[in-house]
């Protein structure tokens, strides 16, 4: 059995840069960083960021083109791939890339560098969720239905 599976949640580096292929499926190319956090065996702070290439084809791509720009959270699940090709002076080149499936916005910085804005209720379901109130009357096991 084999698995390419990539999940990443990170920040946009650049903005989504959105073309059509020739049959008219959008696709969108974007970069995505992603840091890792640790200490060192002398207990000092590390930290190190990886850059992904990322792809994403049809509605998604043009999803991600309308709402998503430098700086904006994502969450991409996808798989890995390797492209390569000649460039113009015959020089083989190399590219890999997470082809998504799937992708989600992430949460909005303060700011609002994320191309989307969250409901104005939100707060106020959240102070809702905050208290629960449940009956004073006993549960009769006898009355649940399975």
């Known amino acids: 059995m084999y698995l390419n599976k990539a999940i990443i949640i990170g920040n946009l580096t650049r903005d989504p840069e959105v073309k059509a292929l020739p049959s008219g499926i959008k696709v969108a190319s974007f970069g995505v960083a992603t840091n890792r956090v640790w200490k060192d065996k002398n207990g000092v702070k590390q930290e190190n960021v990886d850059f992904h290439n990322i792809v994403v084809f049809g509605r998604q791509a043009e999803i991600v083109g309308q709402y998503m720009k430098k700086g904006s959270s994502i969450l991409v699940e996808g798989r890995m791939q390797t492209r390569s090709w000649d460039d113009a002076a015959g020089v083989k080149k190399y590219r890999t890339e997470i082809v998504a499936d799937r992708i989600q916005f992430g949460p909005r910085r303060e ?36």
């Open 111 to 146: 700011g609002g560098t994320s191309g989307y804005t969250a409901p104005a209720a939100e707060d106020d379901n959240k102070k809702a969720m905050d208290t629960i109130e449940y009956p004073e009357e006993e549960i009769n096991p006898e009355d649940i239905p399975f």
